[in-house]
């Protein structure tokens, strides 16, 4: 219990006063208070720190520190993140300077606001900085897209606070596939490259979180064999729910679990929820209009030929077209996991500023909606505090505890 109860307790209320309504929602804030919120992945603009996207200020961005502290999350996995681009010196340099920006910006957010925020570099931090009343700020990474063919800016990251490493986002590259390949070859690696194997290793004796969201179905059986230390799946769905290649098998799910992971169910539409019939002949005009072929192919859908920028672009404006998913959707798929792995290996993330987003969670502030839905589909207290941020904060201290061996 990190935080003083905001509110009493709805075994505290006289019910035939208030209405059961009135007093399921003030336990489910209450339930909201007491736990230890956790975000798992959080993606920043490029320009984090700066004018409307100032950490401080109350922005149009899904994600800044009076949202955090309004919606009563603890701690959030702020992501050091580049789109693909070309596999160049060039490429690699543009991508580098880039992060290193954004590296730059996510520490700022403690540096600037130290009675606000705390840069978390260990699991004992995150629950520190909670019963303080400050956000914990745990530094992510995704894609090493930036890292070249080059193991080395590994242990400069992590020397800046970099605790979650990612593998690869949309494209493959030299560390490994990714479950969304582009320009038409779908098995490069073969899951881990050489490369990804010896950063498997590098990155358990550092004690960072080996994050296999994005990753094949092999990248993810490869890094489960290596890896000493659990894993988490930062930002997934399930399979089971909707067949998307993002989303995780069963067999993904019981193997990461097996390994003492844990699977951070993710608030992104089209990982939660099935198009309906009309969404084919939406996507075929909208790939007109941005000059694609019409016809899609999973393995080669033809958006390499576009910039970064308009990639992007695209992508929001195939999600715009898929039903919109709510906070149900999202605690069905929590549901649909937990009776595969149990309650000890699933979590919670939103992927906001990236897409991530569901009616009722649309961005921090709303967090507290999310465990009222939880509450409503039966979880304890005690499940709960282990959904938003106890699995999570296990494997991180079972990571430092393989690194201190």
């Not at 605790?163 to 969304?180: I, L, T």
């Not at 080996?210 to 230390?229: N, W």
């Not at 906001?352 to 921090?364: A, I, S």
């Amino acid at each position: 219990m990190f935080r003083p109860l905001l509110l009493a307790t709805a075994g505290l209320l006289a019910l035939g006063c208030a209405g059961a309504s009135h007093a399921a929602d003030i336990d489910a804030k209450a339930v909201h208070a007491r736990a230890l919120v956790l975000d798992s992945h959080v993606d920043v603009p490029q320009d984090l720190g700066v004018g409307a996207h100032e950490a401080a200020t109350d922005g149009d961005g899904q994600v800044d520190l009076p949202k955090l502290e309004r919606g009563g999350v603890d701690a959030a996995v702020l992501a050091v993140f580049v789109l693909q681009g070309p596999r160049t010196p060039e490429g690699y340099a543009k991508a580098r300077k880039d992060a290193d920006a954004k590296l730059a910006a996510i520490r700022g957010v403690a540096e600037h606001h130290p009675d606000r925020a705390v840069l978390a570099l260990k699991a004992a931090d995150v629950e520190t900085a909670a019963k303080a009343g400050k956000r914990a700020i745990i530094v992510g990474f995704l894609n090493a897209y930036p890292f070249g063919e080059d193991l080395a800016p590994i242990d400069a990251y992590y020397a800046a606070g970099v605790r979650s490493f990612g593998f690869v986002h949309a494209g493959n590259n030299a560390f490994a596939d990714s479950s969304r390949p582009s320009g038409g070859t779908k098995v490069e690696w073969g899951g881990l490259s050489p490369l990804g194997k010896q950063a498997v290793t590098k990155l358990n004796g550092l004690g960072v979180i080996i994050d296999v969201s994005q990753l094949t179905p092999d990248g993810v059986k490869q890094v489960l064999a290596l890896s000493r230390a659990p894993v988490v799946a930062s930002h997934s769905g399930v399979q089971g729910v909707v067949d998307s290649p993002r989303n995780l098998s069963d067999a993904e799910l019981d193997a990461i679990a097996a390994k003492g992971g844990v699977v951070q169910i993710v608030a992104f539409g089209p990982y939660l929820v099935k198009p309906g019939p009309d969404f084919q002949p939406k996507v075929a005009a909208l790939r007109t209009q941005y000059g694609l072929p019409a016809a899609y192919v999973r393995t080669a859908d033809g958006t390499e030929a576009l910039s970064p920028d308009k990639r992007l672009d695209y992508s929001h404006a195939v999600n715009a077209l898929l039903p919109k998913a709510t906070v149900k959707d999202l605690v069905d798929s929590v549901d649909y996991a937990v009776k595969r792995v149990g309650v000890d290996h699933v979590g919670l993330s939103s992927d906001f500023n990236h897409g991530g987003g569901v009616v009722g969670w649309t961005n921090e502030g709303e967090a507290a909606n999310v465990t009222a839905e939880l509450l409503k589909h039966g979880y304890s207290e005690t499940d709960i505090d282990k959904l938003w941020g106890g699995n999570y904060l296990r494997v991180f201290r079972a990571v430092e505890q393989v690194a201190s061996r």
